[in-house]
């Protein structure tokens, strides 16, 4: 806790880090994507008791990244609440042949991610996004790959949510039904990155889960 509000702590890659400054300039600090949505929308809802909002993204990630750096960018910031969205790299590594991909890291370093934060941080709640693509920009080149690839991952993450006892926060259909109205690329433009519009659909279903769970801030 702080002095007088909840810390939410975001993991994740490119799609949480939404080119957020490394400075604490409080103008920069959450990024330009759904982090900041969410902080300006509770923290105008919940200001009179301060919640604070950490976006420690990092573009590029993979799982295995974000375990590498678990103990700097989320155990010691003692966080109440811990929302991670990954997979996409780890899926784009593998489907590209690259090093990184030589094996499929994605299950076994998630679950090392939440054992490890179960241990040493017990009273921490938990919220994992189901990461997402759609069909256009750099997925559209072994499509059938990339769809299979994430559903499989979302699988993985939603049974590692039932294991830890964590929040799982669907995604993908809410990507497809908004793609069906409009055409895939005006809410994630290269497949893989959402735009202005795909991140309030990420801020919406986000605060949707959390704010009518157990794990709602106030």
Known sequence: MTASG??????GDSITDGNR???????HIHGHGYVYLIAAE?????????????NRGVSGNRASDLYARW??????LQPDLISILVGVNDAGRVIEGAPEGASDRFERAYRHILEETK???PGTGLVLCEPFVLKTGATVQCWERWRQMIQEYSSVVRQLAQNYDALFVPLQK???????????DYWIWDGI????????????????????SPLAIG
């Open 6 to 11: 909840k810390t939410v702590l975001f993991q």
């Open 71 to 76: 103990n700097e960018d989320a155990i010691f």
């Open 174 to 184: 809410a990507f497809d039904d908004a793609a069906a109205r409009t055409g895939a």
């Open 193 to 212: 990155h959402p735009t202005t519009a795909g991140h309030r659909l990420i801020a919406r279903e986000w605060l949707n889960a959390v704010q009518n």
């Open 119 to 121: 241990e040493l941080l």
């Open 42 to 54: 509770l923290g105008f809802e919940l200001a009179d008791s301060r919640p604070r909002f950490i």
């Open 21 to 27: 400054g490394r400075d604490g300039d409080p103008n």
